[in-house]
Antibody, heavy 122, light 113 residues
Framework: QVQLVQSGAEVKKPGASVKVSCKAS????????INWVRQATGQGLEWMGW????????GYAQKFQGRVTMTRNTSISTAYMELSSLRSEDTAVYYC???????????????WGQGTLVTVSS | QSVLTQPPSVSGAPGQRVTISCTGS?????????VHWYQQLPGTAPKLLIY???NRPSGVPDRFSGSKSGTSASLAITGLQAEDEADYYC?????????????FGGGTKLTVL
């Protein structure tokens, strides 16, 4: 069965960086884009960007450009999201999500990781 | 504020029908981009409920249905059950001068009375 398993909770100081991992299993890792979405406590979902695990191509939301980097290691079917220059407003649960396909069309984010809480505090 | 607008809350009694609206603009839903819907139970990751405006992934009950018209979309839930109490989010693609992004609605909290 398809699974996305994320790394554990992190506590970081303002100005630091955090790198969250997302290990995929149950499907061919390079066949589906991985997206990253975050959610602050009590708030809605916020899309951060996408990565094509096959090519390594990425696309980031304008809000995060210059601060976010999405990479992958295909040998271990793992995607990574690194966010730098952290501030208190970055405190949130970060999710990775696989983007399904329906022919040439997107079929939404069909599988999600369990989420990783990143807390930014001095 | 979110690019896609949803009502903050809706409610209904068990067995009733409720709808959740998702209003966009000409740069997203109105441009022909599909709408997807997610259900998020407390403390859990979102779950895909509807994709491509009106398609249900396997395992999603047919009590859930989606539609799209013009710059808006709707999620309907019939035969409301206590387990449906959750947050619901719509999602679409937005393409404007500032770039192309996935965007979400602000979310709607469904309360089963």
């Amino acid at each position: 069965q398809v699974q996305l398993v994320q790394s554990g909770a992190e506590v970081k100081k303002p100005g630091a960086s955090v790198k969250v991992s997302c290990k995929a299993s149950g499907y061919t890792f390079t066949s589906y884009d991985i997206n990253w979405v975050r959610q602050a406590t009590g708030q809605g979902l916020e899309w951060m960007g996408w990565m094509n695990p096959n090519s390594g191509n990425t696309g980031y939301a304008q809000k995060f450009q210059g601060r976010v980097t999405m990479t992958r290691n295909t040998s271990i079917s793992t995607a990574y999201m690194e966010l730098s220059s952290l501030r208190s407003e970055d405190t949130a649960v970060y999710y990775c999500a696989r983007e399904g396909r329906d022919g040439y069309n997107s079929a939404g984010f069909d599988y999600w990781g369990q989420g990783t809480l990143v807390t930014v505090s001095s | 504020q979110s690019v896609l607008t949803q009502p903050p809350s809706v409610s209904g009694a068990p067995g009733q029908r409720v709808t959740i609206s998702c209003t966009g603009s000409s740069s997203n839903i109105g441009a022909g981009y599909d709408v997807h819907w997610y259900q998020q139970l407390p403390g859990t990751a979102p779950k895909l409920l509807i994709y491509g405006n009106s398609n249900r992934p396997s395992g999603v009950p047919d009590r859930f249905s989606g539609s799209k018209s013009g710059t808006s979309a709707s999620l309907a839930i019939t035969g409301l059950q206590a387990e449906d109490e959750a947050d619901y989010y719509c999602q679409s693609y937005d393409s404007s001068l500032s770039g192309s992004n996935w965007v979400f609605g602000g979310g709607t909290k469904l309360t089963v009375l």
